[in-house]
């Protein structure tokens, strides 16, 4: 199961948006995306990216295979044991 994301509100110059909005549309990103990628890029080369943080999904389109993958259920879990009773 996948953990909820963080939600946030962030107040950006329209300048800068519209740049950002630019860039992220010139690397196949949502703006959301390009700004995680730019967050995390700025943590890890200053060397405070934690080592749990799960990797970002590549900038495009995802494949139908991993769209499949991301919408399938989790299988349900095998029930317990009871050996012993």
């Known amino acids: 199961m996948a953990t909820e994301r963080k939600k946030i ?3 950006l110059d329209p300048a800068v948006h519209d740049a950002l909005a630019r860039w992220a549309g010139d690397e196949l990103r949502s703006t959301n995306a390009q700004i995680e990628f730019l967050l ?6 200053a060397g405070r990216l934690p080592s749990g943080v799960g990797r970002m999904r590549g900038p495009g389109r995802p494949s139908r295979a991993a769209a499949e993958e991301e919408q399938a259920p989790e299988p349900p879990e095998p029930p317990e044991s009871r050996e012993g009773e």
């Open 40 to 45: 995390r890029r700025a943590l890890s080369e």
């Open 9 to 11: 509100l962030l107040r």
